[in-house]
């Protein structure tokens, strides 16, 4: 990877990510909750790991990335406005009918790889990717971004044995643990802990980092061999990352604002001043 | 040429065709050897499967699937409504032992609602050769066509010469008949012969029409037959909602119709697991039972009430 962005550039950039996300949490809203928490993953991702850029969507060559968990969506948007990827005048389409930009990806959207909304389809999927980049000898790497409670679902576990199996260590899983599924914390309705232990178990390399340090998502990236084994990234989180006001707060998982209290939590990004939101919590989606 | 030589043959020509199956090797034992590379087993994982055959397709390859029909078209169902059919990807679903082809195995391996489920999918096309000779007709179009599609595999030997010519939206007709036509497809077109010359024998003009293709169904030559023969029989080894009778009953309504219309199908229970012609005495879908069935139709002009539950 040529010209790496800095700590500093990265920050700002995630900053810049964070406004358009709260941005798309009114007027309908969005899964906001779990967009911050992936939002600096993805930042260091199209940043500084992944050879994808506005040049060469198309090519054959390139890394591909896929959002398996497609409800975070809104943080992939706001890096792709931040990257060039997408034109930033496009987001104000949110949840209009003139665009394809709504609560989960569309490939109609430039950078989106392929859609997504249902859980645990995406990990078999990079799975066809990242073989048939083996079988044309291709190098490319396929990264695809699971979420904590996606880990519920079978087919990630059937993908992970097939994929294990079939020796694509091209592939790289990364898990956004942000310790929340919907409603409720992971561990309090289906535990998954030990992660690491059980994709140990199934052949894969597992690796860690904390998902909003830039330093150490580059030092954890960056070690990651290619071993005959694929490997996976369990990322730790937090839900809300950014707004104290929701930080890991379970009934701030779809949230649709007024105008007034997005200004109210732009300003708390910027200075970490509380908002006091009135807005219902627990909306149905 | 046979089911496992054709798939050779078109991996061959085209480098992007890539089998991949869910260690249902019975039909494609010697493909691993053959292709090499393009040749895939994830095992007992229809789900991953799937969605690795919508990655592949991704990446321009035009991934076949062979698997058993209920574990594709049911366990896989969602993957491939989502991937393959939202995707419109050229996913090639081929379901084996399907209809009444799973014997003894019993009501988890019966495909019967199969063709109900894959219709529903927009993009998705469906087909149903009637023996492994019209399979092998039919495969290279579908292969090459830029749809998802499903085709109901069939290993049957073949009793006619078909003709092969096939097109994406066109069926087989066999004979034309003023009094009675036959449409059909799959296992039973064997049976539907075998009823036509009993019913030949009793002087009534038969017609007979191999379907090939379900979706797109040959609407034109469908239309034609409704209006020139007086009776249309429906058969197929399918649940008599969503089948083919669904399909003419709402081609008829459309086109505005008004056609006799005796269907034979699966009324609402899973058939009776046993060897292939043991079912077919058992369930009534022999020629004999056929034709004896169409004459009490026609003689009692009955109406198919007991399809009404």
Not at chain 1, 29 to 40: M, Q, T, V
Not at chain 1, 117 to 127: A, D, E, K, N, Y
Not at chain 2, 93 to 105: K, P, R, Y
Request: net charge negative; glycine share 6%.
């Amino acid at each position: 990877m040529k010209n790496k962005k800095s700590k500093q550039e990265l920050e700002n950039i995630a900053l810049n990510v964070r406004e358009h996300i709260i941005k798309m949490a009114t007027d309908g809203g969005c899964f906001i909750g779990a967009s911050l928490s992936c939002a600096d993953l993805l930042v260091y991702l199209y940043s500084n790991f992944l050879n994808v850029n506005k040049s060469n969507l198309k090519d054959n060559n390139r890394d591909y990335f896929f959002l398996s968990k497609g409800h975070d969506v809104p943080a992939l948007y706001g890096t792709f406005a931040e990257l060039g990827i997408l034109e930033k005048e496009r987001l104000k389409n949110h949840l209009k009918t003139n665009d394809f930009i709504y609560w989960h990806p569309n490939v109609k959207v430039p950078g989106i790889e392929f859609h997504s909304g249902s859980l645990g389809h995406l990990l078999s999927v990079s799975g066809g990717v990242a073989l048939d980049c083996k079988l044309k000898n291709q190098d490319n790497k396929v990264v695809v971004v699971l979420g904590d409670g996606e880990c519920n679902e079978g087919s990630i576990w059937e993908a992970s044995l097939v994929i294990a199996a079939h020796k694509l260590d091209n592939l790289i899983a990364v898990i956004d643990r942000n310790h929340f599924q919907a409603n409720i914390q992971t561990e309090e309705l289906i535990p998954i802990e030990p992660l690491d232990e059980k994709f140990k178990a199934f052949g894969w390399n597992v690796y860690s980092c904390n998902g909003h340090d830039f330093d150490d998502m580059d030092k954890t990236f960056s070690s990651i061999i290619q071993n005959g084994k694929p490997s996976v990234v369990i990322a730790d989180t937090v839900r809300g990352r950014g707004l104290p006001s929701i930080e890991a707060r379970a009934d701030r998982w779809f949230c649709n604002f007024t105008h007034k209290e997005i200004e109210q939590l732009i300003n708390e990004l910027h200075t970490k001043e509380k908002t006091n939101l009135e807005s219902e919590t627990l909306i149905v989606r | 040429m046979n089911y496992e030589e054709i798939l050779i043959s078109i991996a061959e020509k085209n480098k992007n065709v890539i089998i991949i199956t869910a260690e249902n090797r019975a039909a494609i034992r010697n493909l691993p050897s053959k292709l090499q590379n393009q040749f895939v087993d994830v095992g007992i994982s229809e789900q991953t499967m799937i969605g690795m055959a919508a990655g592949l397709a991704l990446r321009g390859r035009i991934p076949v699937v062979h698997a058993l029909s209920t574990f594709l078209t049911m366990r896989a169902f969602e993957f491939i409504r989502t991937d393959a059919g939202i995707g419109n990807l050229p996913v090639k679903l081929i379901g084996a032992v399907a209809g009444f082809l799973s014997e003894a195995n019993g009501p988890t391996h019966q495909a019967i609602e199969d063709i109900s489920l894959m219709r529903g999918i927009p993009p998705m096309q469906v087909f149903a050769p009637s023996d492994e000779d019209d399979l092998v007709i039919m495969l290279p179009e579908i292969i090459n066509s830029p749809n998802p599609s499903y085709v109901r595999y069939t290993n049957l030997k073949a009793d006619v010469e078909h003709n092969k010519d096939f097109k994406i939206g066109k069926a087989e007709a066999i004979a034309e008949g003023e009094d009675i036509t036959i449409l059909t497809y799959g296992t039973l077109f064997k049976e539907a012969l075998a009823a036509a010359e009993i019913l030949r024998s009793k002087d009534k003009s038969v017609g007979i029409i191999n379907l090939r293709s379900l979706k797109p169904i040959d609407h034109e030559t469908i239309e034609n037959i409704c209006t020139k023969s007086n009776l249309i029989v429906t058969l197929e080894d399918h649940f008599i909602t969503g089948g083919f009778f669904s399909i003419l009953s709402e081609l008829l309504v459309l086109k505005r119709i008004n056609s006799r219309v005796f269907p034979i199908a699966l009324n609402n229970k899973w058939f009776k697991p046993a060897l292939l012609q043991d079912v077919l005495e058992y369930e009534g879908f022999t020629g004999e039972a056929i034709a004896e069935k169409i004459i009490k139709h026609e003689q009692e002009k009955h109406i198919a009430t007991e399809y009404f539950y």
